[in-house]
């Protein structure tokens, strides 16, 4: 067997192995002294092995190193074989649709998923588009992950828990979460995946950096997402003069659950502020000076003739003025808070109530088996100070 092997320079050892031999493999040796190994254990018959190692030659010891390699080799394979077969299974089922500056892949098990969603995609990409005025060249891929270690395998760095969708700059690539990985949830998938296809089209359209509250503003303005936000936190802080300053929120948003929903709710209002400002004509100026040079700055002082601090500043002061302290009693929040103590108490008092019924029920059965018959109540006359 070892004269076959191709690009060994050395002879195969003569030597034979009695029956009793354990399966120990005999160390190489050169040619004489096997020989000389092999005619004494023919002479001997022994069923010892004499090891030829006092002479052990070059060629020797690296047959020893290949056959140690191949070895090892085979080890290696059957123990990672079976792991990398199941890893590769997902990418042999990963299926793709294509579109004129749009990619969209997904895993197989989600392709009557995919069939529903890529025509809507096409159209909502398309919508905000044109709701923007913004038609920037540049693919944007859209990848739907079939579970959630794929949805964070997929994730160059690590997302919060609660992260449906996300996008990210450096590929062009939304990132979504199928449905069948929270089963019973509910959320939007569709509005999710227009939150992000804006992201992927300002990007595309605007080489500057966004400031992340104008990002996450237009993003939940063109995703229809403005009725789902609730503005009991954004009414506290305003109320309480909490609010987040606009300068903290240009590369990125708190990393904690309440401040990132404020960050959010803040966004989305001042959003709300300049539509109602100039509508989506000054917003599209303000992307269209944008997606031309201009800093964001020089963008909203051309457009609106006011700086973004004054702006902002007036932003503050419609917020004082709208939730005044009646909508603060009539927050969700507040509501909440008070009306559970009133619920509590409501039920306890039918407890109570029902409680004494009973009693007074218990208390006629018996006297009615007891024979008795219970006397008649007599109704006190009235005080002579209230006729």
Known sequence: ???????????????EIGDKLSGAWPDPCDSMACTGAGQSMRASQSAELTYCTDKLSEPGRQMREVMMRLWIGCVICAAVLPAGLVSAQPESARQYKYAEGLIFAYDLSDE?????????MKADRQEIMDRLELHPPGTLRVVLAPDLGAFRRAQPAPAPENALGLYYPSTRTVLLRSPRTLPGGDWDLRGVMRHELAHGVLDLAISQPIPRWLNEGLAILVA?????????????AAV???LIPLDL??????????GMTLAYSQAASFARFLLRLSGMAGIKSVLRAMAAGSTVQGAFAAVY???LSDLERDWHGDLSGRFSWMALVTSATILGGIGTPLLIAGAMRRWVLRRRKYREWDEEDNRIASGLTAPKPTRASKPRWLN
Not at 224 to 236: A, K, P, R
């Open 1 to 15: 067997m070892l004269r076959d092997l191709p690009g060994i320079g050395m002879p195969a050892c003569g030597v």
């Open 112 to 120: 009557r998923l995919a069939a529903d969603l890529w025509p809507v």
């Open 224 to 236: 229809d997402e403005l009725s789902f936000l609730d503005d009991s936190q954004l009414t506290l």
């Open 240 to 242: 309480r003069d909490r």
């Open 249 to 258: 929120l240009m590369t990125g948003f708190p990393r904690t659950s309440g």
């Open 305 to 307: 003739t006011r700086s």
